[in-house]
């Protein structure tokens, strides 16, 4: 066992006097050599089992760090062997912890932000007391696990839409400003990802686009937003998931990428992000032979993330795995191995095992046997704890109700929002200028179609939604959800329900070459009533459509894009997005429908 000091709060706080700074800049300054110095000391002072807890960022149940609910407490002993946030601190001394909804961490922004306050608690309780980095996937879009109240923003391919950095940044601010304010110091976003294949079925638009410059640019623009704004950035999947057509949560993607087309496609938005000073960069549970001929996940690949990643791109700052309880990281390796396998690759922070004991001690013995040394695992502690010292939680590890009730949700935040939807909705056709549509002269609408669910958990559903502004805008407008796979029965009642309407808005989600949406929009537009379509989520979809007049694509069913959009059809807003990626026809995808740039105004 290795011999410590107690560490004194003092101590703790001399840490980061110019850590901020120096941290920022990446250069080895003199305050930085000092700064760098007080860490080392605190590294010296820590027992392994706190060491390789630093290395951890673990999800954990409960809405609190102390009290969760009995369900809570159940499927933590199961899962984890502990019953509470606190214990899971205290017995494994993890250096961060990750919140989702399905963990019941994101009821709301209060009680956030005691959770977060107690989680700090228990890291300034341990021998060592270090305080702890917690983090979330809040991309905005399609994917939020914080919901309202808190402010939702346009996605990354909406922005992409929107074309602009300046908005992309105010974005990420807003964005950035409310999860400091509840406690979460490190969000997995912006999605650094190329969404060159439309058949992508885990990022589309959760990617800026298909321009590897164009999203570049607006990557960068994001990385300041969220970190100007206090929270870490975490540009994702290095070395790039844009081109797979299977999702890594339940297998393991091939990229067949060369190098060539690697470097001109994937890298450019990753180089943008390390030059703008990202915090941290997440791997890919992705194959990519022509960058490791091993064909090991680029998780696990040392090739990739010491060679390229560390060594080409001279990147220092933190690597964080993505969820080591994916199935594309565990198809290879037992969950033993996958840890150990994955510090040796380059990783800093191994993120969500599935059984974090398992893990936990599996690098515990590969350090103790030698297979890792401790100066290995301590280059990446000390790149973790320059990060908490960077932000400041050294010093203020501790959020208020009153910081909550200021920021979160504010009035200014949620006008930003709705203004820069209303520059991502996009127009792509308007046949005999149908839109806008004039409230006097068709006054009475019907809104029918796809009710997916919503990814906070807290807007929606977006049939109503729409319906409920295009009637504050001056319409009467009737709701009939009709599903992603509407029956036969369905679409009659929807076809019955057009009669005597002046106009149809049909949302669409992901219409695919069987589905039944199809069905529904020829049929409405049969009647003669005119059909507008809104694409929910990916622009893909108008491909696939025959009959509508006039479709809008608003990348994504939270109500921030969903009310943008009916703005934009009432004439409120003109339509300010053009396609951040090629919409190719269905039955030929060699030929471009329409092409990346796209987009009509009035």
């Known amino acids: 066992m290795h011999h410590r000091a107690t560490t004194s709060r003092r101590t703790l706080l001399t840490v980061t006097a110019a850590a901020a700074a120096a941290a920022a800049t990446g250069v080895a300054t003199p305050a930085r050599a000092a700064d760098d110095r007080r860490l080392q000391q605190l590294v010296a002072r820590m027992s392994l089992e706190e060491k390789v807890g630093q290395l951890f960022v673990s999800r954990v149940y409960g809405h609190s760090a102390t009290a969760p609910d009995p369900a809570d407490v159940d499927a933590n002993l199961k899962e984890i062997g502990v019953r509470t946030a606190a214990e899971l601190v205290e017995r494994y001394h993890v250096g961060g912890v990750i919140y989702f909804t399905w963990a019941h961490n994101t009821r709301d922004p209060h009680q956030i932000a005691d959770l977060s306050n107690g989680i700090q608690r228990a890291g300034l309780a341990q021998p060592a007391p270090v305080p702890l980095l917690i983090s979330t996937d809040q991309e905005h879009g399609v994917v939020a696990r914080i919901g309202e109240p808190a402010t939702l923003l346009p996605g990354a391919m909406a922005l992409g839409a929107g074309g602009s950095r300046s908005d992309a940044r105010r974005a990420a601010r807003v964005g950035a400003r409310e999860l400091a304010a509840m406690g979460i110091r490190q969000n997995y976003a912006p999605v650094a990802d190329v969404n060159v294949n439309p058949a992508n079925p885990v990022i589309g638009v959760r990617s800026f686009g298909a321009d590897p410059e164009a999203v570049a640019e607006l990557v960068a623009a994001q990385v300041k937003g969220y970190q100007r704004a206090g929270v870490a950035a975490t540009s994702k999947h ?7 057509e299977v999702d890594s ?55 990739i993330l010491t060679g390229i990643l560390r060594e080409r791109l001279g990147y220092d700052g933190v690597v964080v795995t993505d969820s080591l309880g994916m199935e594309g990281v565990r198809t290879k390796y037992g969950d033993a191995r996958v840890p150990v396998l994955a510090l040796k690759a380059g990783c800093d922070q191994l993120l969500n095992p599935p ?35 960077k932000l400041d939680l050294f010093r203020e590890p501790y959020v208020t109700h009153e910081g909550v009730d200021r920021t979160v949700g504010s009035p200014l935040h949620l006008a930003t929002a709705d203004r820069i939807a209303e520059r991502t909705t996009t127009l792509l056709l308007n046949e005999g200028g149908l839109l806008p549509l004039d409230r006097r002269e068709r006054p009475h609408l019907l809104v029918v179609g796809a009710d997916p669910a919503s990814p906070s958990g807290t807007t929606g559903p977006p049939t109503a939604t729409l319906a409920a502004a295009l009637t504050e805008l001056g319409f009467t407008a009737s709701v009939l959800s009709t599903g992603t796979a509407p029956s036969t029965a369905k679409i ?43 694409a929910l989520r990916n622009p893909y979809d108008i491909a696939r459509l025959s009959g509508q007049r006039a479709t809008l694509a608003a990348y994504s069913w939270t109500d921030v894009e969903l009310r943008a959009a009916a703005r934009v059809i009432a004439g409120r807003a003109r339509p300010g997005g053009r396609l951040p990626v090629p919409v190719q026809r269905a039955d030929d995808p060699a030929q471009v429908l329409y092409p990346m740039g796209y987009g009509l105004t009035y």
Not at 266 to 291: E, K, N, Q, W, Y
Not at 359 to 387: F, P, T
Not at 496 to 521: E, F, I, P
């Open 238 to 244: 290095f070395p790039g998931h844009g081109d797979t």
């Open 249 to 303: 949560h339940y297998g393991l993607p091939r990229i067949g990428h060369t190098r060539e087309q690697w470097e001109k496609l994937d890298a450019p938005p990753f180089r943008a992000a390390i030059a703008a000073g990202i915090d941290s960069i997440m791997t890919a549970h992705i194959v990519v032979p022509a960058l490791d001929p091993a064909e090991d996940p680029a998780t696990l690949s040392h090739p």
């Open 355 to 389: 059984h974090l004991p398992t893990a936990w001690n599996a690098v515990l013995k590969a350090v103790q046997s030698g297979e890792i040394s401790e100066a290995r695992i301590d280059e990446s502690i000390l790149r973790i704890l320059r990060l908490k010292a």
């Open 492 to 534: 009659d009642e929807a076809v019955a329900a057009a009669a005597g309407k002046d106009a149809v808005v049909v949302g669409t989600y992901n219409v695919s070459a069987t589905s039944s949406q199809r069905t529904l929009v020829s049929r409405l537009a049969a009647t003669g009533v005119p059909v507008v379509t809104v």
